[in-house]
């Protein structure tokens, strides 16, 4: 099946820092990829969907200016948490639909591995 | 506000027995349904996709949907140890974003040797 990378797989920083983390595609476009968040002991939340050359979509609750989402090509998608605090911390995870999804055939999708931010 | 629904658990059942695990969700118009296993710390990981009324297997892993009942299920046959882990059912969102999925919490599951 298709591959999905993210980096990195963990970070701690201080509060008040900025992180970026980047998710990529390995072996397929993936001109929208899926931005979720899952809390201890929590389901997963979508906070965003990241499209290609354009703005992304957030969630409601969402804060669109702390969460920067790009989305520069085909393969590469980054969630950037600006002025990071502890209340971020979480597993933020992204996907990418499989190519079929679009036409209905299949919609499957392909996960990340996942980044732990621990905001200190 | 759409919704998957799963008993949180924890599900324990001894090595070699069925392990039964239920979803239920909000939205008639959901047409694809998917159960993802997820190991403490790890990403969500793709056990089973469904699309059809009915039952579906692979291995020791058997879906059931009833659309109708708006009710999906997941069996384990001849449990093991290592499937102990948290289990998603997720459902496709067809009315908002471009296809992301609606999870529910998970189940945990706990196969005892």
């Known amino acids: 099946g298709a591959v999905v990378s993210q980096h990195p797989s963990w970070v701690i920083c201080k509060s008040g820092t900025s992180v970026k983390i980047e998710c990529r595609s390995l072996?397929?476009?993936?001109?929208?990829m899926f931005w979720y968040r899952q809390f201890p002991k929590q389901s997963l939340m979508l906070m965003a969907t990241?499209?290609?050359?354009?703005?992304?979509?957030?969630e409601q609750g969402v804060e669109k200016d702390k969460f920067l989402i790009n989305h520069a090509s085909l393969t590469l998608s980054t969630l950037t948490v600006t002025s990071a605090h502890p209340e971020d911390s979480s597993f933020y995870i992204c996907?990418?639909?499989?190519?079929?999804?679009?036409?209905?055939?299949?919609?499957?999708?392909?996960f990340g591995p996942g980044t732990r931010l621990t905001v200190l | 506000q759409k919704e998957v629904e799963q008993n949180s658990g924890p599900l324990s059942v001894p090595e070699g027995a069925i392990a039964s695990l239920n979803c239920t969700y909000s939205?008639?118009?959901?047409?694809?349904f998917f159960w993802y296993r997820q190991y403490s710390g790890k990403s969500p990981e793709l056990i089973m996709s469904?699309?059809?009324?009915g039952d579906k297997e692979d291995g020791r892993f058997t879906a059931q949907l009833n659309k109708a009942s708006q009710y999906v299920s997941l069996l384990i046959r001849d449990s093991q140890p290592s499937d102990s882990a948290t289990y998603l059912c997720?459902?496709?969102?067809?009315?908002?974003?471009?296809?992301?999925?609606?999870f529910g919490k998970g189940t945990k599951l706990s196969v005892k040797p």
């Open positions: 939205d008639r118009v959901s047409q694809s």
């Open positions: 997720a459902v496709k969102n067809y009315g908002g974003s471009q296809g992301n999925l609606i």
């Open positions: 996907s990418a639909p499989s190519r079929m999804a679009f036409s209905g055939l299949k919609d499957e999708q392909f």
């Open positions: 469904i699309y059809s009324n």
């Open positions: 990241s499209n290609e050359g354009s703005k992304a979509t957030y």
């Open positions: 072996d397929f476009q993936a001109t929208t």
